[in-house]
């Protein structure tokens, strides 16, 4: 083995951090989205007749005392629906305020913002029944619009360098990062630097002129090739070479994943402007849904508080 290579699982092993803490963080992640769904799936399952039976049989029903909007187990899910979403409301209130730096940050909010914004519309969808009349209708509606278009948000919002704390990188930053990552991966692969900057490159045109669709299009073409040059750099790294050993599976699998990175890194840069106005844009689609659906909850929650009785039938 040569001592490149002897090195390497150390000098990847220094670099593992930022390689691997996206995936734990993907992951736990997804645990707490699947552990919020799982009560309001669960009781729809379990209410599955109940909800499909026309109204008038619903009253007669042995479940209409617990799920109905106002019953036992309709009226916990309403409160944690409303909970959750006056919760998501957070995100923008510590992002615009600086005091707030203490409450941890930009990105760790985000995260707990999208299971939320994730989960809040099927709590709210259970606990109305699913029925959805009315104002009430009308507020769901721009409620299940705002966490739908919150995935393009997502989207857009992972193609912009970011530090790990969700602060935007300047190109200097990604500079220096991209850098030190092409170094981590030599030094893991034993392979010269230009030589893997020429198997991990990828195509890609200018993005001044795109227009929102255009680089839409284009940012999904780029996740594409990029997949596609991490294949290629898969089978270049796992030929063995006339007097180097092969790669071992792990060394590769931080290879790869600190690859994946700097791909990533090189792609948002060449679209940072246009990726910037695709987001300015959905920023201002955005907040109109989520401003109707607060003041659509609020007059539910006023009028159902005052003039329903939420404790009557
Ligand atoms: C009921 C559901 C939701 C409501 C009421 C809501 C509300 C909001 C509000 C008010 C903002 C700030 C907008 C601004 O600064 O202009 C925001 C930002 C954002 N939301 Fe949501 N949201 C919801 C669901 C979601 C979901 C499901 C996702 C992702 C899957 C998501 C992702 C985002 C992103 C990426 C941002 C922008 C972050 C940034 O620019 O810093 N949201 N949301």
Same mark, same amino acid.
């Given at each position: ?31 707490? *989205?699947? &552990?919020?769904? #799982? ?11 109940? +909800? ?8 007669? !029903? ?19 629906? *409303? ?9 923008? *209130?510590?992002? $615009? ?6 409450? $941890?940050? #930009? ?5 707990? !913002? ?12 259970? !606990? ?8 009430? $209708?009308?507020? +769901? ?47 893991? &692969? $034993?392979?010269?630097? #230009? ?10 045109? =200018? ?7 255009? =680089? ?58 246009? &990726? ?23 007059? !539910? ?13």
């Amino acid at each position: 083995m040569s001592s490149a290579s002897r090195a390497a699982p150390r000098a990847a092993q220094a670099a593992a951090p930022p390689a691997r803490r996206p995936d734990r963080r993907r992951f736990a992640d997804r645990i707490a *989205l699947v &552990t919020a769904l #799982l009560v309001p799936t669960a009781v729809t399952v379990w209410g599955w007749q109940y +909800y499909v039976a026309p109204l008038g049989a619903r009253l007669r !029903h042995d479940l209409h005392g617990l799920l109905r909007p106002s019953g036992t187990v309709g009226l916990a899910l309403g409160i944690v629906a *409303l909970a959750g979403f006056l919760f998501l409301w957070l995100y923008p *209130l510590r992002k $615009g305020l600086r005091a707030l730096a203490w409450m $941890g940050t #930009l990105g760790d909010w985000l995260r707990v !913002h999208i299971v939320f914004g994730l989960s809040v519309p099927l709590y709210a969808a259970v !606990h109305a029944g699913w029925r959805f009349d009315g104002l009430i $209708g009308l507020g +769901y509606l721009s409620m299940f619009i705002v966490a739908l278009s919150g995935l393009v948000g997502r989207y857009l919002y992972t193609h912009i360098p970011r530090s790990q704390s969700g602060v935007e990188l300047s190109r200097e930053e990604v500079a220096n990062q991209r850098r030190s990552l092409i170094t981590d991966i030599a030094a893991a &692969t $034993g392979r010269p630097p #230009l030589e893997l900057e020429s198997v991990m490159r990828v195509a890609g045109g =200018a993005s001044e002129a795109l227009g929102p669709l255009g =680089a839409l299009r284009r940012l999904l073409q780029d996740d594409f090739e990029r997949r596609r040059a991490i294949s290629r750099l898969r089978l270049e790294l796992a030929q063995p070479r006339p007097g180097r050993a092969a790669i071992d599976g792990r060394s590769l699998g931080r290879a790869l994943g600190l690859a994946r990175q700097e791909l990533a890194l090189s792609q948002q840069v060449r679209m940072l402007d246009a &990726t910037r106005r695709v987001f300015a844009l959905w920023h201002v689609a955005h907040r109109p849904f989520a401003i109707t659906a607060l003041l659509a909850v609020s007059i !539910h929650v006023v009028v159902a508080v005052l003039f329903a009785g939420i404790g009557a039938k």
